[in-house]
């Protein structure tokens, strides 16, 4: 197959620029005007480069050029960051370029986190991402383009290193605040396992216009259960507090 990376210099794309290499296909990325002025993303491009990858120049300010791009494979995968929600947005560009193409046998959108489609609950910030995210889908489908929409819960870079506490990447030898009493389940995923089952996916035709949930039963473990491990490593105890969903949620108000 013939694959589209757009985002390949960031945190997910990266590993799936990764893992469409080493599965054997033929590798494209989508090369931005202003990655010429990020010497770190530049340098990582021309590194896909030497790997066998092919560099491919477009920018979502020139239609023709996406138009172009999208023309030269079957599979398109957009990872962009949803850490800024305009960025989601810019995949319409994208969507109608698929749509003009009319060659691309999958799309796979910039999601890779919780299923938007059941976070209608979800509080501000993070609601108007899970929306743009949905407004993405809905162009998808009405466009009539074959997707995949990828859900991978929780990266563990994010929140399995840091014992899931705000701030920090790293664990804590002394203390930890527990969520409640610590013992709501969430699914951690390593994010090369991400990047590896969302290539196997775009040939599968048990994974067309279906959302594929990444969730290995091992990696369904609680906050406690994850603290519990990190202290069996230390030999060591830590100093436990909790705070109650209605103190998170006004601690949050200052956020928004």
Not at 12 to 26: D, E, F, P, W, Y
Not at 85 to 106: F, H, M, P, Y
Not at 229 to 243: H, N, Q, T, V
Request: charged fraction near 25%; glycine fraction near 8%; include cysteine.
């Amino acid at each position: 197959m013939k694959v589209l990376v757009v985002g390949g210099t960031g945190y997910i794309g990266k590993r799936i620029v990764k893992a469409s290499l080493a599965q054997g296909h033929t590798t494209y990325v989508l090369l931005r005007p202003e990655t010429a002025y990020d010497i770190d993303k530049l340098q990582m491009v021309l590194g896909f480069k030497e790997q066998g990858a092919i560099l491919i120049e477009a920018s979502f300010s020139d239609p023709a050029s996406l138009l172009h791009a999208v023309k030269q494979v079957d599979v398109v995968i957009c990872t962009m960051s949803g850490a800024h929600s305009q960025n989601l947005t810019l995949q319409l560009k994208l969507v109608d370029a698929i749509k003009e193409a009319g060659n691309v046998k999958r799309f796979l959108p910039s999601e890779f986190g919780m299923d938007p489609s059941r976070m209608g609950h979800a509080l501000e910030p993070g609601r108007d991402t899970f929306d743009k995210k949905m407004i993405v889908r809905k162009a998808i489908e009405d466009a009539g383009i074959p997707f995949t929409y990828v859900s991978a819960n929780c990266f563990g870079g994010f929140f399995v290193g840091n014992l899931s506490q705000m701030g920090p990447f790293i664990p804590s030898r002394d203390k930890v605040c527990l969520y409640g009493d610590g013992s709501v389940k969430a699914i951690f995923l390593d994010e090369e396992d991400v990047g590896t089952y969302t290539i196997k996916t775009i040939d599968d035709p048990r994974t067309l216009n279906k959302t594929l949930y990444l969730r290995p039963q091992q990696n369904i473990i609680s906050q406690k259960e994850l603290v519990g491990m990190w202290e069996k490593l230390i030999g060591k105890e830590l100093e436990k507090s909790s705070i109650t969903a209605e103190d998170f949620l006004a601690s949050m108000k200052g956020l928004l």
